[in-house]
């Protein structure tokens, strides 16, 4: 497990395409899993460790993923979380070329249930997600993303609805999935206020290492 930032409120590490974030019906073991026995063990901590899930990452995901130590980092990072003072920044690589340079994608997203997926659809949550187009070849393409709002999946379907879906995601639209069932989507980076001093903090991590060769196509 790969530490990126720790302090007495708040760690945040790398998670890894394929693991969990937090636990589910499968029983496969989670990221949180994985950081609670860190703590655990590094601060000899009796019984069980609290560890506050301030967001998640889909499985198939991989990049940073911050987590509160304390109750206070808890309440404090949640509230940065809805409020949307925190910035985070996505990268993926996407099949085919976006229309513009840049821009901001626009839809209004209901969640499917029973399929566990997301579409565009009338009395859907607004959804907003700015992107960049970072590299641009013939098969892909590489962006940066930003999105505005925070619903299920808004990344995966909107790039999707833009007639770009990430590479791998075959629930959106790609023709094949990866050899390690990931998808070519990773959180980058983010930019938070710490939870107890007026001080901010970016934490960003370089792009997964075969993404150059898949860009080369």
């Not at 937090?22 to 899993?33: A, F, H, N, Y």
């Not at 639209?173 to 989507?185: E, F, H, N, Q, V």
């Given at each position: 497990m790969?530490?990126?930032?720790?302090?007495?409120?708040?760690?945040?590490?790398?998670?890894?395409?394929?693991?969990?974030?937090?636990g589910?019906?499968?029983?496969?073991?989670?990221?949180?899993?994985?950081?609670?026995?860190?703590?655990?063990?590094?601060?000899?901590?009796?019984?069980?460790?609290?560890?506050?899930?301030?967001?998640?990452?889909?499985?198939?995901?991989?990049?940073?993923?911050?987590?509160?130590?304390?109750?206070?980092?808890?309440?404090?990072?949640?509230?940065?979380?809805?409020k949307?003072?925190?910035?985070?920044?996505?990268?993926?690589?996407?099949?085919?070329?976006?229309?513009?340079?840049?821009?901001?994608?626009?839809?209004?997203l209901?969640?499917?249930?029973?399929?566990?997926r997301?579409?565009?659809?009338?009395?859907?949550?607004?959804?907003?997600l700015?992107?960049?187009?970072?590299?641009s070849?013939?098969?892909?393409?590489?962006l940066?993303?930003?999105?505005?709002t925070?619903?299920?999946?808004?990344?995966?379907?909107?790039?999707?609805?833009?007639?770009?879906?990430?590479?791998?995601?075959?629930?959106?639209?790609?023709?094949?999935?990866?050899?390690?069932?990931?998808?070519?989507?990773?959180?980058?980076?983010?930019?938070?206020?710490?939870?107890?001093?007026?001080?901010?903090?970016?934490?960003?991590?370089?792009?997964?290492?075969?993404?150059?060769?898949?860009?080369?196509?």
């Amino acid at each position: 497990m790969e530490i990126l930032y720790e302090d007495n409120h708040l760690v945040a590490v790398f998670k890894p395409a394929g693991v969990l974030t937090q636990g589910d019906e499968t029983g496969d073991i989670s990221l949180m899993d994985e950081v609670k026995k860190y703590l655990k063990e590094k601060y000899h901590k009796p019984g069980n460790v609290f560890l506050g899930l301030l967001h998640r990452l889909d499985r198939p995901v991989s990049g940073i993923v911050l987590f509160a130590k304390t109750s206070k980092g808890a309440s404090r990072l949640s509230e940065q979380f809805r409020k949307r003072t925190i910035e985070k920044t996505y990268q993926a690589i996407v099949l085919g070329q976006m229309r513009q340079k840049e821009g901001v994608l626009v839809n209004y997203l209901l969640k499917d249930e029973e399929n566990k997926r997301t579409r565009d659809q009338e009395g859907g949550q607004k959804a907003e997600l700015f992107f960049e187009v970072l590299k641009s070849g013939n098969k892909y393409s590489l962006l940066e993303l930003k999105p505005e709002t925070g619903r299920f999946h808004q990344i995966r379907a909107q790039l999707a609805l833009a007639g770009c879906p990430i590479l791998g995601d075959i629930k959106y639209g790609a023709p094949s999935a990866l050899p390690d069932k990931s998808i070519a989507l990773c959180a980058t980076s983010l930019f938070f206020k710490l939870a107890t001093k007026d001080e901010t903090k970016e934490i960003s991590i370089p792009l997964p290492a075969d993404w150059e060769k898949i860009l080369k196509q």
